[in-house]
């Protein structure tokens, strides 16, 4: 291959900010709470609904001296009936401001809130993608108010997000912690993490992405292959680059994103069409005689082979694949597109012609600062079980079938 350009520096970054938010993913995934300081200096804590202890809302009371809320996504709230998607909020629910109206529907943050706070419980049951209460059911008093970027909440659920976890947090503010964040964190034995790094933190990630290992993979059909291993700073999973043939970096590369599919990939599960997806553009990129196929760590379009897993037990009452991320309070798709950008970028690649059905893709990439100059159909027929997923993806993503 022509460009084989080795990045041995990694871009100067704010190491501390993204080793913070690290810590503190571990942390959430253990069910420990997290503190949380906010750009106006406000601090509060933090632990995610889905390993939080029995103990963990008493606890937060005792910390901080505040009232536990629930955080979750925007589209949990509205499949709760507890938020707009341009119309009124359910019946009973005192809404707090932003969330009636055009545009309610989309990415943001719902606080849930009552006199006294929520017990772990309520929150399970207001979090659970199992469990949907109706108005006889909901907590008395329930309130819902819509949660701006930058704040303690926002910065919860972002972080239950990142650790792959459900999207939803128990959080509590200190009213009076009397001391700075840090100090207030370090005699409560806390990790501490800046709502602005949690935000700051996809980004400050991908500018650390760099190749790590290579070597030469004959695959079947495609004998002429190598793989590249990017990794990033932070510890996360890699991403690989299937270099396939000599591809020459003045002209468009013939490339393929396909994230991650344990399931379909590797199993060959017929719910989905990513094995076919996969082998087939490594056969196309062979019969042309060189491309590189980037297989991206973004399990289930970005919520993690766990959640896939919930979802597809949504699926199986009745629900598409759109809706069942929704339920379980994510965006239809939450795959990001920088790293893919990034890992061209390091081998040398500036303008694609893109093998995808996906417009948003096209746009993504763009986006990203990469030349897409061609999109290269790739379909595969239905196999009997995905007829509905394929459907749903050319209906309600805008897939070109």
């Known amino acids: 291959?022509?460009?084989?350009?080795?990045?041995?520096t990694v871009p100067t970054i704010d190491e501390a900010a993204v080793r913070a938010v690290d810590r503190a993913l571990a942390a959430l995934r253990r069910g420990e709470v997290v503190a949380i300081e906010t750009a106006?200096?406000?601090?509060?804590?933090?632990?995610?609904?889905?390993?939080?202890p029995i103990d963990a809302v008493e606890r937060l009371k005792a910390l901080t001296g505040g009232t536990p809320s629930l955080a979750v996504t925007r589209r949990r709230a509205i499949m709760l009936g507890l938020a707009g998607d341009g119309n009124d909020e359910a019946p009973g629910v005192a809404a707090g401001p932003g969330l009636a109206g055009p545009g309610a529907a989309g990415p943001g943050v719902v606080a849930l809130g009552c006199a006294g706070g929520l017990t772990a419980d309520q929150a399970h049951a207001l979090a659970d993608p199992e469990h949907r209460p109706d108005a006889t059911t909901l907590p008395a008093g329930l309130t819902a108010a819509a949660m701006p970027a930058g704040t303690r909440e926002a910065a919860a659920v972002d972080l239950a997000r990142l650790a792959r976890l459900l999207p939803a947090a128990i959080t509590a503010d200190v009213p009076d912690p009397g001391t700075s964040a840090d100090e207030w964190a370090a005699e409560h034995d806390l990790l501490l993490v800046r709502a602005r790094d949690v935000a700051d933190y996809r980004v400050h990630v991908v500018r650390t992405?760099?190749?790590v290992a290579d070597a030469r993979v004959p695959l079947s059909g495609a004998e002429d292959t190598r793989i590249y291993a990017f990794r990033p700073a932070d510890g996360g999973p890699e991403h690989l680059a299937i270099v396939i043939g000599d591809p020459d970096p003045e002209q468009p590369v013939l490339a393929r994103l396909h994230s991650e599919c344990f399931t379909g990939d590797l199993l060959g599960s017929l719910r989905c069409d990513c094995g076919d997806q996969l082998r087939g553009a490594i056969a196309e990129?062979?019969?042309q005689g060189s491309g590189v196929l980037l297989y991206l760590?973004?399990?289930?379009?970005?919520?993690?082979?766990v959640n896939k897993l919930r979802a597809y037990r949504i699926q199986d009452r009745g629900f598409d694949t759109v809706d069942?991320?929704?339920i379980l309070g994510f965006e239809a798709d939450e795959r990001v597109y920088l790293p893919a950008a990034e890992m061209l970028r390091q081998l040398g690649f500036g303008s694609v012609r893109l093998m995808t059905n996906n417009p948003e893709k096209l746009r993504q990439l763009a986006r990203c600062g990469i030349a897409v100059v061609e999109r290269v159909a790739h379909i595969f027929p239905a196999n009997g079980h995905n007829e509905g997923y394929l459907r749903t993806k050319a209906e309600r993503s805008g897939h070109m079938f």
Not at 42 to 49: D, K, L, N, P, R
Request: aromatic share 0%; charged share 30%; proline share 0%.
């Open 324 to 326: 069942a991320n929704e």
């Open 209 to 211: 992405l760099r190749r």
């Open 285 to 287: 990129i062979a019969r």
């Open 1 to 8: 291959m022509h460009a084989q350009r080795r990045t041995d």
């Open 40 to 52: 106006d200096g406000t601090v509060g804590a933090a632990v995610s609904v889905e390993s939080v």
């Open 297 to 305: 760590a973004q399990e289930g379009r970005g919520i993690g082979l």
